[in-house]
């Protein structure tokens, strides 16, 4: 009996040791591919913030860069104007020396330290010159020669800009090798050009610890005679300090978040750092982000090193890929201690194997529960949320998605989403591209972000906008397929709506009072005229009622007091019309958003040409620019709103007009492309001063200006084209001209019976119906050949 008691009680461990050992193998065989998809989710997500930090970090290296050459072309396009308004003086003096460089006190060149005429000069010539230049308004100018060998270099004429008031005239250029040889490159280039770095000669007297790398932009200045000839009268340079130009250039666009060292290309070849920007937040953080990019300066390519580190930018760090690594982790364990329980229950007495059933049950309703709940998260949630298989079938819909479609799904595919829900593009004016829409763009294997569109159907007769967002489904799970998450923003859209609205009713009341306003200042600016004696030959009862004013302005203090009340006011006018443009923009903003279409047909041939006759008329009367040349091919009748479509015209063709280079005339060619069935493509290209690099998109939105350099206006041209072109269920884009200039093209619906459609227009081909400009035509224009 004692026997049989240690056999069972034998078998019994050998059974109890065989569980222990299979649980064992179960436990580890669930925890560790549990762990390790634990880690790898983990370093998955690591990797996304690190493509996150990756991509902010491009973005601010380019903001970098695009300050730093904005910055820098201010400087050589102020030098290069600079240089040719100095050299238009027949007989250059100071005080038109200061009245030209007057205006860059204003533009806050950051960094500046002085804008100088420089001219040679020999041994033998220097008493000469010095009092030629004496002569000319500078009676205490000593030319104080320092440079090596016979030829010198000396400013005679200087202007500070940073408000010091040390004078920098006599000083021998020459005495700095640097700047020796960057005048030498500008007067055998005929360019802006950029010297080495160097300490600067004016700088010498001040404490070592103030003194910067510098460097100086210098541009040959020729005297305009007649006859062609160009004879060379000198340099104008400018002084620039490395670090007060970095640091005023990028302290807003680093945020103190990255350092930045800005790299001088020296003559020959060698890059010399110039001056840095510390990002000065948190230095004991390591900087693992680095980029390098070049940036043009006058004709030198200098290159900018940024730093950054991923812990300083937004989303690039946090603790998700940890909590995500570790909460996979503890749960692989747990179930491989669950897997442990119920492989070794067999092996166990039944006290056991009922506890550990127990257990499993429990588990089993926790599951349960935590399923019924995102089941109730997801019929809860106000967003709509759908999902399709890979054929475009639904798998899924939430309650708040047939609330928001107002119909139920289609048990058809991607083909019968259009008709079933009635999508239309946001304005409702025409049918969404099917091939655009957001899930089918997920089924392709791209996400798209909250794309509007408005859906209307019989359930939705008024329409509702969505914002919809879509992305492929993650392929691990098994199922290929989409997912799409929708939202109503329909107030959100009219609340924009009443915005604009608004904005064109203030617009539209503030005309009568800017009219009277400008109506009283052109009254007093008469009546000053008048008194001054400005307008002589007035009638004898005027003298007589007006003899003491007229004695009043005899006076000279009285004649200086009048003068300077007509210059403030004509800076009235000159803000009452500028606001009176801003007012017509903004109302015509609002009529391109809001007013109700008439389309009709229009022969936008004869449209082209009457629009471009005005600008030519209006061009015609501005006698210090070039004549501009408009060639107008044969266009096709469009079927539009008549007004919009004048409007999109004429801002297109003003724009090429107006911004062109100084001293050239605009050159624009209007002409049909192919378009699509029922459309018709038409091309405005220009030869004027084209469009910043990255700036192709950014050029449609509301008050975006691009051009600078005095081109005025309020940046709600282009904006209005995109509405008006977008209305009319069109596109409008922007792109580079080859060979110089900008190139829209746009497309409106042809009219019935037209030429639209695949082959184009006429012009195309370059048929004898084309218009353009006549060769030699001085006064520019339009003219059929």
Same mark, same amino acid.
């Given at each position: 009996?004692?026997?049989?008691? +240690?056999?069972?009680?034998?078998?019994?461990?050998?059974?109890?040791?065989?569980?222990?050992?299979?649980?064992?193998?179960?436990?580890?065989?669930?925890?560790?591919?549990?762990?390790?998809?634990?880690?790898?989710?983990?370093?998955?997500?690591?990797?996304?913030?690190?493509?996150?930090? #990756?991509?902010?970090?491009?973005?601010?290296?380019?903001?970098?860069?695009?300050?730093?050459?904005?910055?820098?072309?201010?400087?050589?396009?102020?030098?290069?104007?600079?240089?040719?308004?100095?050299?238009?003086?027949?007989?250059?003096?100071?005080?038109?020396?200061?009245?030209?460089?007057?205006?860059?006190?204003?533009?806050?060149?950051?960094?500046?330290?002085?804008?100088?005429?420089?001219?040679?000069?020999?041994?033998?010539?220097?008493?000469?010159?010095?009092?030629?230049?004496?002569?000319?308004?500078?009676?205490?100018?000593? &030319?104080?020669?320092?440079?090596?060998?016979?030829? *010198?270099?000396? +400013?005679?004429?200087?202007?500070?800009?940073?408000?010091?008031?040390?004078?920098?005239?006599?000083?021998?250029? $020459?005495?700095?090798? !640097?700047?020796?040889?960057?005048? =030498?490159?500008?007067?055998?280039?005929?360019?802006?050009?950029?010297?080495?770095?160097?300490?600067?000669?004016?700088?010498? *007297? &001040?404490?070592?610890?103030?003194?910067?790398?510098?460097?100086?932009?210098?541009?040959?200045?020729?005297?305009?005679?007649?006859?062609?000839?160009?004879?060379?009268?000198?340099?104008?340079?400018?002084?620039?300090?490395?670090? %007060?130009?970095?640091?005023?250039?990028?302290?807003?666009?680093?945020?103190?978040?990255?350092?930045?060292?800005? /790299?001088?290309?020296?003559?020959?070849?060698?890059?010399?750092?110039?001056?840095?920007?510390?990002?000065?937040?948190?230095?004991?953080?390591?900087?693992?982000?680095?980029?390098?990019?070049?940036?043009?300066?006058?004709?030198?390519?200098?290159?900018?090193?940024?730093?950054?580190?991923?812990?300083?930018?937004?989303?690039?760090?946090? @603790?998700?890929?940890?909590?995500?690594?570790?909460?996979? $982790?503890?749960?692989?364990?747990?179930?491989?201690?669950?897997? +442990?329980?119920?492989?070794?229950?067999?092996?166990?007495?039944?006290?056991?194997?009922?506890?550990?059933?127990?257990?499993?049950?429990?588990? !089993?309703?926790?599951?349960?529960?935590?399923?019924?709940?995102?089941?109730?998260?997801?019929?809860?949630?106000? %967003?709509?949320?759908?999902?399709?298989?890979?054929?475009?079938?639904?798998?899924?819909?939430?309650?708040?998605?047939?609330?928001?479609?107002?119909?139920?799904?289609? @048990?058809?595919? @991607?083909? $019968?989403?259009?008709?079933?829900?009635?999508?239309? /593009?946001?304005?409702?004016?025409?049918?969404?591209?099917?091939?655009?829409?957001?899930?089918?763009?997920?089924?392709?294997?791209?996400?798209? #972000?909250?794309?509007?569109?408005?859906?209307?159907?019989?359930?939705?007769?008024?329409?509702?906008?969505?914002?919809?967002?879509?992305?492929?489904?993650?392929?691990?799970?098994?199922?290929?397929?989409?997912?799409?998450?929708?939202?109503?923003?329909?107030?959100?859209?009219?609340?924009?709506?009443?915005?604009?609205?608004?904005?064109?009713?203030?617009? *539209?009341?503030?005309?009568?009072?800017?009219?009277?306003?400008?109506?009283?200042?052109?009254?007093?600016?008469?009546?000053?005229?008048?008194?001054?004696?400005?307008?002589?030959?007035?009638?004898?009862?005027? =003298?007589?009622?007006?003899?003491?004013?007229?004695?009043?302005?005899?006076?000279?203090?009285?004649?200086?007091?009048?003068?300077?009340?007509?210059?403030?006011?004509?800076?009235?006018?000159?803000?009452?019309?500028?606001?009176?443009?801003?007012?017509?923009?903004?109302?015509?903003?609002?009529?391109?958003?809001?007013?109700?279409?008439?389309?009709? !047909?229009?022969?936008?041939?004869?449209?082209?040409?009457?629009? =471009?006759?005005?600008?030519?008329?209006?061009?015609?009367?501005?006698?210090?620019?070039?004549?501009?040349?408009?060639?107008?091919?044969?266009?096709?009748?469009?079927?539009?709103?008549?007004?919009?479509?004048?409007?999109?015209?004429?801002?297109?063709?003003?724009?090429?007009?107006?911004?062109?280079?100084?001293?050239?005339?605009?050159?624009?060619?209007?002409?049909?492309?192919?378009?699509?069935?029922?459309?018709?493509?038409?091309?405005?290209?220009?030869?004027?001063?084209?469009?910043?690099?990255?700036? *192709?998109?950014?050029?449609?939105?509301?008050?975006?200006?691009?051009?600078?350099?005095?081109?005025?206006?309020?940046? /709600?041209?282009?904006?209005?084209?995109?509405?008006?072109?977008?209305?009319?269920?069109?596109?409008? $884009?922007? #792109?580079?001209?080859?060979?110089?200039?900008?190139?829209?093209?746009?497309?409106?619906?042809?009219? @019935?019976?037209?030429?639209?459609?695949?082959?184009?227009?006429?012009?195309?081909?370059?048929?004898?119906? +084309?218009?353009?400009?006549?060769?030699?035509?001085?006064?520019?224009?339009?003219?059929?050949?």
């Amino acid at each position: 009996m004692d026997a049989v008691r +240690s056999g069972l009680g034998e078998r019994f461990r050998q059974v109890a040791r065989a569980g222990t050992a299979l649980a064992v193998l179960a436990a580890l065989l669930v925890a560790v591919p549990g762990i390790v998809l634990s880690a790898w989710v983990g370093t998955v997500l690591r990797e996304a913030q690190q493509r996150t930090a #990756e991509q902010r970090v491009d973005r601010r290296a380019t903001l970098i860069t695009e300050a730093v050459a904005t910055e820098s072309g201010r400087y050589t396009d102020a030098l290069r104007l600079l240089a040719a308004a100095l050299g238009s003086h027949e007989r250059l003096t100071k005080p038109e020396f200061d009245q030209a460089t007057g205006a860059l006190q204003g533009m806050r060149l950051a960094g500046a330290t002085s804008i100088a005429l420089l001219v040679p000069a020999t041994d033998e010539q220097i008493p000469r010159v010095q009092e030629f230049w004496r002569r000319r308004g500078v009676p205490d100018l000593v &030319l104080d020669p320092r440079g090596r060998g016979g030829e *010198h270099v000396f +400013s005679v004429l200087s202007r500070s800009l940073d408000g010091s008031a040390r004078t920098a005239t006599g000083i021998d250029a $020459t005495q700095a090798a !640097e700047s020796a040889r960057a005048l =030498a490159v500008a007067r055998r280039s005929g360019q802006v050009t950029v010297s080495d770095t160097y300490r600067l000669i004016r700088d010498r *007297h &001040l404490p070592p610890e103030r003194r910067q790398l510098s460097f100086v932009l210098t541009a040959p200045v020729y005297r305009r005679v007649e006859g062609g000839r160009r004879p060379f009268v000198g340099w104008v340079l400018m002084g620039v300090r490395g670090r %007060d130009f970095i640091e005023a250039t990028l302290r807003r666009a680093t945020q103190g978040m990255t350092d930045v060292r800005l /790299l001088a290309r020296h003559e020959d070849g060698a890059l010399v750092p110039l001056a840095g920007l510390s990002g000065g937040s948190r230095r004991d953080l390591p900087r693992d982000l680095h980029r390098t990019t070049s940036v043009r300066v006058a004709e030198r390519d200098w290159q900018l090193e940024i730093d950054s580190s991923s812990a300083l930018l937004p989303g690039a760090r946090s @603790p998700l890929p940890a909590l995500a690594a570790a909460a996979g $982790t503890a749960l692989s364990l747990l179930l491989a201690a669950l897997v +442990s329980v119920l492989v070794g229950g067999r092996a166990r007495a039944r006290a056991q194997v009922v506890a550990a059933t127990a257990e499993l049950r429990a588990a !089993e309703a926790d599951a349960r529960r935590q399923a019924a709940l995102l089941t109730a998260v997801l019929d809860s949630a106000s %967003d709509g949320v759908g999902v399709v298989d890979g054929q475009g079938g639904f798998l899924l819909h939430n309650p708040a998605a047939m609330e928001i479609l107002g119909v139920m799904p289609t @048990p058809g595919g @991607p083909e $019968t989403w259009q008709g079933h829900y009635g999508i239309f /593009l946001p304005d409702g004016s025409a049918p969404f591209p099917a091939e655009d829409l957001p899930m089918v763009q997920a089924l392709a294997g791209r996400r798209v #972000e909250q794309v509007p569109m408005m859906i209307r159907n019989r359930a939705r007769p008024e329409g509702v906008v969505i914002s919809v967002s879509a992305q492929p489904l993650d392929p691990s799970g098994g199922q290929s397929g989409a997912v799409t998450v929708f939202r109503d923003i329909t107030a959100m859209r009219e609340y924009e709506a009443e915005l604009a609205a608004f904005a064109g009713v203030v617009a *539209h009341d503030l005309r009568r009072p800017l009219t009277a306003l400008r109506g009283f200042v052109e009254l007093v600016r008469d009546e000053l005229d008048e008194l001054a004696g400005d307008h002589p030959g007035g009638s004898p009862g005027a =003298a007589g009622a007006g003899a003491a004013g007229a004695g009043a302005a005899r006076d000279p203090a009285a004649q200086a007091v009048i003068g300077e009340c007509v210059r403030q006011l004509d800076q009235a006018l000159a803000g009452i019309t500028r606001m009176a443009g801003l007012i017509d923009d903004l109302l015509a903003y609002a009529t391109a958003r809001d007013a109700a279409l008439h389309p009709a !047909e229009v022969d936008l041939d004869a449209l082209v040409r009457e629009i =471009a006759a005005e600008h030519l008329a209006a061009a015609a009367t501005d006698s210090g620019r070039p004549p501009p040349r408009v060639d107008v091919g044969p266009l096709s009748a469009v079927h539009a709103d008549p007004p919009l479509v004048r409007q999109l015209v004429d801002n297109l063709v003003g724009n090429a007009v107006k911004y062109v280079r100084p001293g050239h005339g605009a050159e624009v060619e209007i002409r049909a492309l192919p378009a699509p069935p029922g459309r018709v493509r038409i091309e405005v290209a220009d030869r004027g001063i084209g469009i910043p690099p990255g700036q *192709h998109q950014a050029i449609f939105a509301g008050f975006h200006r691009a051009a600078g350099g005095g081109y005025t206006g309020t940046g /709600l041209g282009l904006a209005i084209c995109e509405r008006i072109v977008e209305r009319h269920g069109g596109t409008i $884009t922007a #792109e580079d001209n080859p060979g110089g200039g900008a190139r829209f093209r746009f497309t409106l619906p042809a009219a @019935p019976g037209g030429s639209g459609g695949e082959g184009g227009s006429a012009g195309d081909t370059g048929s004898a119906g +084309s218009a353009r400009g006549g060769e030699g035509d001085e006064d520019g224009g339009i003219r059929a050949e």
